[in-house]
């Protein structure tokens, strides 16, 4: 879902986005006052309060557009394939289409949608394309591809992970009043740092698998991005309580893009390989020979190059993170026992004290 954008109507979208900004700080200090109204003291009634007004509001939206909105025509003016670098040392595709088409006023309004790889291979620039359109009061448009709806638009991954991430603090949170639960909280704690070396283990599987890449094409470098730290748990760190999980890599590897065009289609695409680092081997501009799947086009595999760095770097990060792990366990059961044992001698002490009286 995006806004269709005119020239008339680019002041409303402003007043639009700076009026949701102020509206996070009404809505907080309203389930403040509420809270204390009813003398709710539950600490999550306040977010998921917040959450189901955003989220409701926001699926709200996409859902009147589905039932609403009018299809109409619209022309595919750029398309725009890009490659994001991440601070976990991997990346992610992103796919920019821009649409043109004429608003229920007759003007002319320009729209443009984050898609997928299938939705982008499958539109091509200067063709016609279908647009759902909904005018919110004649200032601006919703808008989206009418082949999309709200269940199929949505990244419903991204909820699992959310809603997960929310259970597993509860539980954490939870678990800090036992002994028991502290234990088992840390061993999935330790259970979570090993998650990316298992992760990395299949990536590495795959990527010495020849038989993925049948196909064979040449192309041309268009970015070698080398990679000497990696951050598998990056945080803002807005705050001196993070947890550090950066890392200086133990085998630096290139991640690299290439534009090149696979068989049967009638653009090219950018594939990416990641490759163990070897100094002046791989320059931009350099024409070299790939090999790729039919049903993953964007996953290469360059020949004659080593991919160690799938294992080396998470065992390095394991080890790391395990340790440290190690530390902050030894250090909350001495922290334990010293409590328990001076508990106990002060009670005896009392006790003590009780038969002398």
Known sequence: MSFGVTPDSVLYILFFGFGLLLSFGVVFILVGLIQRLFRIRNEWFGITTVLIIYVGGFMGASLYLDSVGQVRPGVISAKEETIAFRKEGDWTHNYGLSVTYRTDGGDEANTHFNTNATLFDALHKDEQVGLRTVSINGWFDLTRLAQQNTLSWNNWRWIEYGLGGILLLYAGWKSLKSSVGCLAMLILLVLLASLPFGLKYQEWRASQDVSRTPLHANGVVQEVHRVTTIDPLPSDRSGNSQWETKM???????????????????????????????????????????????????????????????????????????LALGLVGLLLVGVTFVERTVKRALARRRQGSGVVA
Do not use: C
């Not at 696979?262 to 070299?288: C, F, H, N, W």
């Open 248 to 322: 200086d890599v133990a085998q630096f590897y290139d991640i690299v893009v290439i534009r090149y065009t696979p068989q049967g289609y009638r653009e090219p695409i950018l594939g990416v390989d990641a490759v163990d680092a070897v100094d002046g081997s791989l320059e931009k501009g350099m024409t070299v020979e790939l090999a790729y799947g039919p049903n993953a086009p964007r996953e290469v595999r360059l020949p004659n190059r080593t991919r160690n760095h799938y294992i080396l770097n998470p065992l390095a990060w394991v080890k790391e993170q395990t």
